[in-house]
């Protein structure tokens, strides 16, 4: 399967500011993912990274909050803009491989 | 609507016995059906995947059971062992112009020594 790299892998920011994640995988991938996992919870799906146009979000979610970009097959960043402490989670990216769907590591982030 | 239902949400069980999550979908095209173990602190890791033109898949300890009909799937873990405790997934794939996977609620699963 493609080694998912995220960075940074945790982040304790001011409530207002923004962050932006960046996951890198090892090989190129057509479809790339974003989720988020509040604590003890399951995963919700952010929005489906394309490359070369706008991202595709779920409902619930923004643009505005959540920009995304995707330069190439490799690479994509989420931005968590404006942060609230309710951002307070762990986002991670997720590619569509050979043999199936798989995570990255996951960035921890806390908003105070 | 877009939904996965998982049941139970938390499961015991003896080092020994047997576990079964169960799972149900709402999108009648979904095709692809995976699973997930999530250890404290780690990624979710695919464990298990099962495709709609098959009812069973089994890998070693764990199987896979899907029945389209009812539009629900199961996973089965047999001679389970501490390392088993973990949070599991059920996901399902839902079309409608692209791909995307859909996560039921989880299930902690503690196997007891």
């Known amino acids: 399967s493609a080694v998912i790299s995220q960075k940074p892998s945790r982040d304790i920011c001011q409530r207002g500011t923004s962050l932006t994640i960046q996951c890198q995988v090892d090989?190129?991938?057509?479809?790339m993912f974003w989720y988020r996992q509040q604590p003890g919870q399951s995963l919700t799906l952010i929005a489906t990274?394309?490359?070369?146009?706008?991202?595709?979000?779920e409902s619930g979610f923004v643009i505005d909050k959540f920009p995304i970009s995707r330069p190439n097959l490799t690479f994509s960043t989420l931005t968590v803009s404006n942060m609230s402490p309710e951002d307070s989670s762990i986002y991670l990216c997720?590619?569509?491989?050979?043999?199936?769907?798989?995570f990255g590591p996951g960035t921890r982030l806390t908003v105070l | 609507g877009e939904n996965v239902e998982q049941h139970p949400s938390t499961l015991s069980v003896q080092e020994g016995d047997s576990a079964v999550i169960k799972c149900t979908y709402s999108?009648?095209?979904?095709?692809?059906f995976p699973w997930y173990k999530q250890e404290l602190g780690k990624r979710p890791q695919l464990i298990i995947d099962?495709?709609?033109?098959?009812g069973e898949k089994k890998d070693q300890r764990i199987a896979v059971t899907l029945n389209k009909t009812a539009k629900h799937f199961s996973l089965h873990i047999t001679e389970t062992q501490p390392e088993d405790s973990a949070v599991y997934f059920c996901?399902?794939?839902?079309?409608?112009?692209?791909?995307?996977?859909?996560f039921g609620a989880g299930t902690r699963l503690a196997v007891h020594p």
């Open positions: 996901a399902a794939i839902f079309s409608g112009g692209y791909n995307k996977l859909i």
């Open positions: 090989s190129q991938v057509t479809m």
């Open positions: 999108d009648s095209a979904s095709n692809y």
């Open positions: 997720s590619v569509v491989g050979a043999g199936g769907q798989f």
């Open positions: 990274a394309n490359q070369g146009s706008e991202a595709t979000y």
């Open positions: 099962i495709r709609s033109n098959v």
